[in-house]
């Protein structure tokens, strides 16, 4: 599947022509992805990159004319507003987690790290911007099919991708509610195995 043709505005290729430059690969990835499938309206678009984010992230502004880049050091992420878009850049990562904290131990990783580490397979669905592939989709978990399902599925053992972080559990409930999705019957048993593991939520709140 390719999406060029609904990814027109230059700014894209601008973007995918900069991280070309510092000799890295980047894509749209996550919910603006699921939303533009199901013609929804995103304003948030996520950029992963097999580079540095924050590195990607202050060329791209340079090119586009932006002078003001939010930076977030210690998650590897930045930010800057664009018209009408908020444009957030990451670096593709690992995320190892303890039983004891829903906070990862953040490590570089690739673009398939990246998408296993989602929450749900519609939100691990990410697109190219190289020239070379520029609009293709990379949905290694069939998610494009899970979208035209309207449902919920983790990209890994759902007691694994719940357990990492329970939070998972609760956006599983607000994304069945908000898109109109089923959650699989393994992603909905595991609901119920992983339960307790709210606690570190509510610890982590308190």
């Not at 973007?15 to 929804?40: M, N």
């Not at 759902?158 to 109109?180: C, E, H, K, Y």
């Amino acid at each position: 599947m390719n999406l060029s043709q609904h990814i027109q505005a230059s700014f894209y290729k601008t973007i995918g022509e900069e991280a070309q430059k510092l000799g890295a690969e980047v894509y749209v990835i996550g919910g603006f992805v699921r939303d533009l499938l199901l013609q929804r309206s995103n304003c948030d678009v996520d950029f992963v990159t097999n580079g540095n984010g924050i590195e990607l992230a202050k060329a791209c502004a340079r090119a586009l004319g932006i002078k003001k880049v939010d930076i977030f050091k210690t998650y590897g992420t930045a930010h800057f507003r664009y018209k009408n878009l908020d444009l957030e850049f990451v670096g593709a990562r690992k995320e190892p987690y303890s039983e004891e904290s829903r906070n990862p131990l953040v490590s570089p990783g690739t673009l398939a790290d990246d998408q296993r580490r989602r929450d749900f397979t519609v939100n691990a669905l990410a697109i190219a911007l190289q020239p070379e592939n520029f609009g293709e989709v990379i949905d290694p978990f069939d998610g494009v099919g899970d979208l035209e399902k309207k449902l919920l599925r983790t990209p890994l053992d759902p007691d694994i991708t719940f357990s990492d972080d329970p939070l998972r559990m609760m956006r599983a409930v607000r994304f069945s509610n908000q898109l109109g999705f089923t959650i699989s019957e393994e992603s909905y048993a595991a609901l119920s195995r992983n339960a307790d593991r709210l606690k570190i939520v509510l610890w982590s709140a308190s």
